[in-house]
C-alpha cells in the first residue's frame, strides 16, 4: 500500500481596503478572539459561527484557516464540499506556520486533494511539519522516502533516520519499521542514521 495518512484543503479572500489593515499584533489577537467564539458557536451546533471563523482566517489566524479548510473539505457547517477551497486555506494555515495545517496540506499534495499531487511538494511540507514535531509527520516522510514514490528518491538511510526519530517519541508503526530495516542496512547506514537521529530537537507541539 503506497498510500500515506489522510489529508484536509481554501475561499477566495475578502479585499480589505489599505487603510483598515491592522497590525500584525493586532490582528493576532483579533484571529484569537475570533476564533474561540467561532469554535465556541460551532461546538453547539450554531452555523452562523462560519463567519466569525471566515474573519479570523481573512486575518490571517492559521488555526482558524485550518479549521475552514476542514469545514469546506468535509461539508460541515453548512459548507458545501470544496476540495479546491480546502487546499487553499490549508496552504494559507502551513505557509503561516501551523505544523498540523503543513501536514493536511501535504497529504493533499500526495493525494491529490482540490490539486494535482505533488509527491516532492508534499514532502517538503512534510518535513516542514516533521521538524516542528509532528510524529505523523515524521513517520510519513520516513514512509515517503523509503517508498520513493511520486518523483521522490528513494533513500533507506535518511528513511531509517525519520523512522527512529518517530519511534522515540512512541509510533509503535515507526518502531515497527525500524526493526524491520535494521537487517537491511548497512553498519554504515545505521550509523549514520543514528546519529542524525540523536541530533534532532524540535520544538515541543504547542
Do not use: C
Amino acid at each position: 500500500e503506497a498510500g500515506l495518512d489522510a489529508p484536509i484543503a481554501a475561499v477566495a479572500l475578502d479585499a480589505t481596503p489599505t487603510e483598515a489593515v491592522p497590525s500584525p499584533d493586532a490582528a493576532a489577537t483579533e484571529g484569537a478572539s475570533l476564533f474561540a467564539r467561532a469554535s465556541l458557536m460551532l461546538a453547539n451546533g450554531d452555523e452562523a459561527g462560519v463567519e466569525p471563523l471566515t474573519r479570523a482566517a481573512n486575518l490571517g489566524y492559521a488555526p482558524a484557516q485550518l479549521r475552514l479548510a476542514m469545514l469546506y473539505q468535509e461539508g460541515q457547517a453548512g459548507l458545501a464540499v470544496d476540495d479546491a477551497e480546502a487546499r487553499a486555506w490549508a496552504r494559507r494555515a502551513a505557509e503561516g506556520g501551523d505544523p498540523k495545517a503543513m501536514h493536511h496540506y501535504a497529504m493533499q499534495l500526495y493525494d491529490g486533494v482540490g490539486g494535482a499531487k505533488s509527491g516532492p511538494d508534499a514532502l517538503t511540507w512534510l518535513k516542514k511539519a516533521a521538524e516542528a514535531g509532528r510524529v505523523d509527520s515524521q513517520y510519513n516522510v520516513a514512509k515517503m522516502l523509503e517508498q520513493g514514490d511520486q518523483g521522490v528518491a528513494a533513500n533507506r538511510t535518511e528513511a531509517f533516520k525519520w523512522y527512529m526519530i518517530a519511534a522515540r517519541r512512541g509510533d509503535q508503526q515507526a518502531l515497527a519499521s525500524v526493526q524491520r530495516l535494521t537487517p537491511a542496512l548497512s553498519a554504515v547506514e545505521r550509523r549514520k542514521a543514528r546519529e542524525a537521529a540523536d541530533a534532532f530537537t524540535a520544538p515541543p507541539l504547542a
